[in-house]
């Protein structure tokens, strides 16, 4: 068996180390940067979490499970699980910011997705469809409130 002298294994582990910062600094330099500087928020809300089974920013930055999601009130709150919070501050999206909503069909198939237009860009955010009730609560407490409470 061939023994790895302690500086090859160094070098190594560094390099991998330097490959996953500069992937995670570039993955957030593609969309998830401009978003949360526009929409910072620190303090996660109080509400159910959600992962996210697909997030993505544009065609460029694709997220997979690595998204949690807190509809609340004021918005649509964002993190990333832990390893991936370098360079990807939390932040909390306005209703009013989802153009669409794609819902699970009569058989509880699919999921729910949101799109997501802003100045800052698209993002697309696909959720179990357990959590169809809860979006679709928030969205329409949202349409209310900018409609002035008329239906």
């Not at 500087?37 to 992962?51: C, K």
Request: with cysteine; glycine share 10%.
């Amino acid at each position: 068996m061939m023994k790895i002298e302690p500086f090859w294994s160094f070098v190594i582990l560094t390099g991998i180390l330097l490959v996953w910062v500069g992937g995670l600094f570039t993955l957030a330099s593609l969309g998830w940067r401009r978003f949360a500087a526009a929409y910072r928020e620190t303090d996660t809300p109080e509400g159910t979490r959600f992962t996210s089974h697909m997030t993505s920013f544009g065609r460029c930055a694709h997220y997979t499970r690595a998204v949690i999601v807190v509809p609340s009130s004021r918005g649509i709150h964002l993190s990333t699980r832990w390893p991936f919070g370098m360079f990807h501050s939390p932040f909390l999206l306005p209703w009013n910011r989802v153009r669409r909503s794609d819902w699970p069909d009569s058989r509880g198939g699919g999921g729910v997705t949101l799109h997501i237009e802003s100045p800052e860009g698209a993002i697309t955010i696909g959720l179990p469809a357990d959590s169809e009730s809860n979006i679709r609560d928030h969205i329409n407490r949202a349409a209310r409130s900018t409609s002035g409470g008329q239906s």
